[in-house]
């Protein structure tokens, strides 16, 4: 109350933090603020206990699509530079045609295959590309995908997905 | 001797859990195997205490035996490991001269790293490096135990298949994810120090872990003022824990509380510690709000608090951490400072900030500003809508005490 500022303070200053403590399920999102770094150098040469990651690059197509010439050749660099900076790292990796140019198949009531226009998914953000990468461990791969220039496009951003280890 | 080894068990328990637990990981490179081995060994320093004596060393016993049931259930389920996703972590021999070379610390980085949810992090936190039970860290943020169990399982997966490392930070980003651990202490901290809802004002075991955390990273890493400042700010808030409430239950403001029953080694400690912090480094958040709260700690009474000193740290506090929940502290100075319709004038643009709309101690403090005035029927209208917005039986039962005070007076 009033008359106690320090507890107003302590106990309550950050509550609307706190009250998100109480919600069971709410996901707040990775916070990925990695700055750009050399990652580790060194520690991927000669490890071979190695996991794989998709990189999934997610963003606004009509953005994408707007993008002028100058800025087309910017993304590109930036590509060009990440791939660089991940060395062997880089297992494969490819910008998809947009969500409209996919096809979708999919079971139809009678069991048959359902052939239908479009993405699987139709949502304003759509996947646009994607890097498999090898690396030693998430820091590192963090550290690589923030050079990636869709991590500050402010329409867009790249989810990390660990690939599954079939041993 | 029994009930001297059962203290002596809790007290390692509570002390040299988190030493306990993050050496016996390095060694299984899985949290849940290192659960249980080390349960295992405080199960079995109660069985062998009693007959052989308490070790001088408890904890070097306590690792001991974690690690050697570790070694042993590791020998037995070699095959059936291979398949498992262990920890990602160096293999490197750890080097007597790296100051951050702690398992503790591992521990507590991986605990909180940004890739797990804020809430996720405090219940892995509480978990793992304080070992509280999954049934305690379930009760302490009111969700059920399963749902607990459940984020805490998923928690623990995802380490482990996104190979979270347990890992010290590299210098460069050490201070960004120090960051993070003391947002997670001071979290647990405020949660404890005013319970959102329930019957008691204050959760004592969620206090005590927080201060044992942060207590825990300013003996590791004692050069970092921002650990000091926190650690500061939390003991300087909990000299005054025994005066927060009366022997009959009822809520004690910062005026009515019993000074001289204040802790002076906590308030000394704290004064020291926010010093040092000081010395180090400009100040920031937490440095500022220590320094608010030793003003009232030193101030010999409520009436020779110097609001002057503590509405200038308020300007520089919301220069670093702007946020409605200061501007709202800061009017509130204001108010003890130049009088309560400047408090209430303070805080008039505050009443259309999205951010407060549910917020109780922006009705309490407007309440109490019109009290004071008094505006008798708008404060009682405030009054209300503060306790709609509050849960905390202890705190409803002030306000409810308020409002009837100035309903007596109010024509309606």
Not at chain 2, 192 to 198: F, L, R
Not at chain 2, 267 to 295: C, F, H, M, N, Q
Not at chain 2, 395 to 402: I, K, S, T, V, Y
Request: hydrophobic fraction near 45%; include cysteine; aromatic fraction near 6%.
């Amino acid at each position: 109350m009033r008359g106690d500022p320090v507890k107003h303070r302590i106990g309550t200053d950050w509550r609307e933090m706190s009250v998100q403590i109480v919600e069971p399920d709410v996901d707040l999102g990775p916070a990925f603020s990695v700055e750009d770094e050399k990652a580790h150098p060194g520690r991927h040469d000669g490890r071979t206990d190695m996991a794989k990651y998709m990189l999934l690059i997610h963003g606004d197509e009509q953005q994408w699509g707007a993008m002028t010439a100058a800025e087309r050749q910017a993304l590109e660099a930036a590509h060009a530079a990440f791939r660089a900076a991940a060395g062997s790292r880089v297992i494969g990796g490819e910008e998809l045609e947009p969500a409209s140019m996919g096809t979708t198949l999919r079971v139809d009531p009678s069991g048959g295959v359902l052939t239908t226009d479009g993405p699987f998914l139709d949502t304003k953000e759509a996947l646009g590309g994607y890097y498999l990468l090898e690396a030693a461990d998430l820091d590192e791969v963090i550290a690589l995908a923030a050079q990636l220039p869709e991590v500050h496009g402010g329409h867009s951003g790249v989810e990390i997905r660990p690939v599954v280890n079939h041993g | 001797m029994t009930d001297e080894v059962a203290a002596a068990v809790a007290q390692a328990h509570r002390r040299e859990w988190a030493r306990v637990f993050a050496a016996t990981v390095r060694l299984t490179r899985d949290f849940d195997l290192a659960e249980e081995c080390t349960q295992d060994a405080y199960a079995q320093a109660l069985q062998t205490w009693p007959q052989n004596g308490i070790p001088a060393r408890p904890a070097a016993w306590l690792t001991t035996a974690a690690r050697n049931r570790a070694l042993d259930l590791l020998r037995r389920e070699a095959t059936l490991r291979r398949t498992l996703p262990l920890l990602a972590m160096d293999d490197a021999v750890p080097t007597p001269e790296d100051s951050l070379d702690d398992d503790r610390l591992r521990l507590v980085f991986t605990c909180c790293h940004p890739a797990l949810s804020r809430e996720t992090q405090i219940a892995l936190t509480l978990r793992l490096v304080c070992g509280l039970s999954t049934v305690e860290v379930a009760r302490a943020f009111l969700v059920p135990e399963a749902t607990m169990a459940a984020r805490i399982t998923r928690a623990k997966k995802k380490i482990a298949t996104s190979r979270i490392p347990y890992r010290v930070p590299s210098p460069d980003h050490l201070a960004e994810r120090v960051g993070a651990v003391l947002e997670v202490v001071h979290l647990v901290f405020t949660t404890g120090h005013t319970a959102p809802v329930g019957a008691s004002l204050v959760r004592r075991d969620l206090v005590e872990s927080a201060i044992s955390l942060a207590r825990m990273l300013h003996l590791l890493m004692p050069s970092d003022a921002e650990i000091s400042a926190l650690l500061a700010l939390l003991l300087l808030i909990d000299a005054r824990a025994d005066t927060r409430v009366s022997a009959s239950g009822r809520l004690l403001l910062l005026s009515e509380q019993e000074r001289a029953r204040w802790d002076r080694r906590l308030i000394s400690e704290g004064v020291g510690l926010l010093t040092d912090a000081l010395r180090r480094k400009p100040p920031t958040r937490y440095a500022v709000e220590a320094a608010i709260a030793a003003v009232h700690a030193e101030a010999p009474t409520w009436a020779e608090t110097d609001w002057s000193e503590i509405v200038g740290l308020y300007d520089v506090l919301r220069g670093l951490w702007p946020s409605p929940v200061v501007e709202l502290n800061r009017a509130v100075a204001i108010g003890f400072r130049d009088g309560p319709q400047a408090g209430l004038d303070t805080l008039a643009p505050l009443l259309a900030d999205p951010a407060l709309a549910t917020y109780p101690y922006l009705s309490a403090a407007r309440a109490d500003f019109l009290r004071q005035l008094q505006q008798w029927t708008p404060a009682a209208v405030a009054y209300e809508e503060a306790l709609t917005l509050t849960d905390n039986e202890v705190e409803r039962a002030f306000l409810a005490g308020r409002l009837a005070e100035v309903r007596a007076h109010s024509p309606m």
